[in-house]
């Protein structure tokens, strides 16, 4: 028979392990693809070189913010000073007015963390 000192410290131990325990499962990158296509590719292109409204994603990760030589990009971002890490998209895509404020994205941001992971899993593989 438990007692309650027993299950109150079992509790905490399921509770430290939801806690530690990973929020996504492993990245998805084949369906980060169609997130893409759902939730960026009306502003966006993968393609090398092609800008729309916002510029390409072609190679972001690892680039400097506010790098790509013919998009006109904020002043907010021009002056961010960091480099699109997958840790930066992440808090980006969530919550991009919040992660570089001035900045022009236009969208309110993509709360679902599995659906971020597969999308940062997907421009990831977007290298020469």
Known sequence: MRTKKSLTEL????????????????ADATHGASVFDEECSDCHSVKPDKNKKGPTLFGVVGRPAGSVADFNYSDA??????????????????????????????????????????LIAYLSTLRQ
């Not at 509790?11 to 492993?26: D, E, G, K, N, T």
């Not at 000073?81 to 900045?103: E, N």
């Open 11 to 26: 509790s905490r131990l399921v509770i430290a392990l939801a806690l530690v325990a990973p929020a996504v499962h492993a």
């Open 77 to 118: 971002m021009k002056a961010g000073g960091f480099t699109w890490s997958p840790d930066r998209l992440s808090s980006y895509i969530s919550a991009p007015k919040k992660t570089v404020p001035g900045g022009k994205m236009k969208y309110d941001g993509l709360a679902n963390d599995q659906a971020r992971a597969d």
